[in-house]
């Protein structure tokens, strides 16, 4: 079992930044992709973007150049870093976890969320 706690989300103004932090708890962080999505009201949740075990990275169109993810498995704690945000970015924001077995077998562990606003 991986448990996972966000935290960092909260109302911003327009062009201002935010750091999304995602603790997990369990044995194995550093052999978990992580990632983070976000979904607003009657939509379905979207890739916002994603680390692997080795460090490489996959953003989500709409945040290129805007967020930077990054993970510290020595303090099991992946991160979002959010800057330039826009009102469109308004979302719960989501940690994921995706946890090995095999290399066929897989199991996908999520946050609460936490809730992001930009708004003047």
């Known amino acids: 079992q991986v448990q996972l706690v966000e935290s960092g989300g909260g109302l911003v103004q327009p062009g201002g930044s935010l750091r999304l932090s995602c603790v997990a708890s369990?044995?194995?962080?550093?052999?978990?992709?992580m990632a983070w999505y976000r979904q607003t009201p009657g939509k379905q949740r979207d890739l916002v973007a994603g680390?692997?075990?080795?460090?490489?990275?996959n953003y989500a169109d709409s945040v290129k150049g805007r967020f930077t993810i990054s993970r510290d498995n020595a303090k099991n704690t992946l991160y979002l870093q959010m800057n330039s945000l826009k009102p469109e970015d308004t979302a719960v924001y989501y940690c994921?976890?995706?946890?090995?077995?095999?290399?066929?077998?897989?199991?996908?562990?999520w946050g609460q969320g936490t809730q992001v606003t930009v708004s003047s």
């Open positions: 994921k976890a995706r946890k090995y077995y095999s290399a066929t077998d897989s199991e996908d562990f």
């Open positions: 369990g044995r194995g962080f550093s052999r978990n992709d």
């Open positions: 680390i692997t075990t080795g460090g490489r990275t």
